[in-house]
């Protein structure tokens, strides 16, 4: 097995050890094998847009078979590691400050060799044993893999997006709303998207009242209402207006807003 991957194991099963010390390695599935969950997203997905490999997983052996360990590997080896509990249904303990003694190159080289091993031949959500990784990937495979970025910045920028703030009307944040007039202007700072998102039925005395107004993640935003997702990466100077329940289009004078009170 590859030498980072045997210290993700070793790891997992440390926290297993420390922090399930009342759970036998008989009641995990295989014994508590360690899994690497590629069947969601896919190693390049996640190595591009979440700067980190698919998710290592460890399964409670029960009808349920909710996770009883996770390890997220990041691009420069740190780990971020969640124990559950109560047969997967509750978070015993997160652990975030445990570094692999590793290069980002090498990381770089094992996000290749599981892609090579396990996505290019839909192997999918495997235990790690059965993923051949002791290959060592060659310069050309290294080389596309880094160059497949381009396919996933779009996804990268908007996921980078729902994490910045923007003005929100409380009618939306509050009432229930939907989003019937969503704009961008010039960002403020870095943690700033530019957008300002209203319920569209608002009087001009009531956006300029401060009080009436929130900051909020675009992605909190988007929980609320799915529909402005596919405009959030639209460029600064954009008006948008809804028209229907799930269209927004171009602000033009005249043109009437669609809204709607949904209950909270």
């Known amino acids: 097995m590859n030498k980072i991957l045997a210290e993700i194991v070793r790891k997992m ?34 190595w591009h847009v979440n700067d980190r490999l698919s998710n290592f997983m460890v399964f409670y052996d029960d009808d349920d078979k909710l996770g009883a360990v996770k390890a997220s590997v990041y691009r420069d080896g740190g780990m971020l590691i969640y124990v559950y509990g109560d047969q997967g ?27 090579t091993s396990a996505d290019d031949k839909r192997i999918w959500d495997a235990a790690v044993q059965k993923i051949d990784t002791d290959t060592e990937p060659d310069k050309e495979a290294v ?6 970025m381009r396919y996933y910045e779009a996804t990268r920028n908007r996921k980078e997006l729902l994490a910045k703030t923007a003005y929100v009307s409380r009618k939306v944040y509050e009432e229930g709303w939907i989003v019937g007039y969503m704009c961008r202007d010039e960002a403020l700072n870095e943690n700033d ?3 300002s998102f209203m319920a569209g039925n608002e009087e001009k005395e ?8 929130v900051l909020m993640r675009v992605g909190a935003v988007y929980q609320r209402d799915p529909a402005i997702y596919s405009h959030i990466d639209s460029p600064v100077g954009t008006r948008l207006v809804r028209v229907s329940a799930d269209r927004f289009e171009p602000d033009e004078e005249g043109k009437e807003i669609y809204t709607e009170q949904r209950k909270m």
């Open 193 to 195: 998207s530019g957008w």
């Open 13 to 46: 099963g440390e926290c297993l050890n420390a922090y399930l010390p009342e759970i036998s390695r008989s009641e995990l599935e295989e014994d508590g094998t360690v899994y690497y969950m590629n069947g969601k997203n896919g190693t390049e997905f996640d």
């Open 206 to 213: 009531y956006v300029d009242d401060y009080n009436n107004i």
């Open 89 to 115: 249904r509750s978070i015993r303990k997160e652990i975030k400050d445990f570094f692999l003694d590793v290069t980002e190159e090498e990381m770089l080289k094992l996000a290749v060799r599981l892609r």
């Open 143 to 148: 080389e596309e893999f880094t160059s497949n």
